[in-house]
């Protein structure tokens, strides 16, 4: 059994930045495609950036392209998301998300799910 457990969530103000972790036990997870979701009360969960399995592609989107950037470190069976020029807007739960089957960076979720990371930006 895979799990996801995200970490580096917390309370920032407009324009500062934070860095998301994922770190997968259970499997090697970090050859497989991994992505961001997030999702902000009363709203669905969205995509926000996935990376490929080789590391070499990733895709965001259009609301946090050039603020954000999806990274691995496959030693470590980890993903990351740097978070910067943040903005109210982005206040959200934010999730890891990945799967076995998948290795483009393809915005779409897979079957695994970490827990969540709270991320609140005030103005």
């Known amino acids: 059994q895979v799990q996801l457990v995200e970490s580096g969530g917390g309370s920032v103000q407009a324009g500062g930045s934070l860095r998301l972790s994922c770190a997968a036990s259970g499997r090697t997870v970090s050859s497989n495609a991994m992505g961001w979701f997030r999702q902000a009360p009363g709203k669905e969960r969205e995509h926000v950036a996935t990376?490929?399995?080789?590391?070499?592609?990733?895709s965001y989107a259009d609301s946090v392209k050039g603020r954000f950037t999806i990274s691995k470190d496959k030693a470590k069976n980890t993903m990351y998301l740097q978070m910067s020029s943040l903005k109210p807007e982005d206040t959200a739960v934010y999730y890891c998300?990945?799967?076995?089957?998948?290795?483009?960076?393809?915005?779409?979720?897979?079957?695994?799910w970490g827990q969540g990371t709270q991320v609140t930006v005030s103005s």
């Open positions: 998300n990945a799967d076995p089957a998948y290795y483009s960076a393809t915005p779409r979720a897979g079957r695994w």
């Open positions: 990376i490929s399995g080789t590391g070499s592609t990733t």
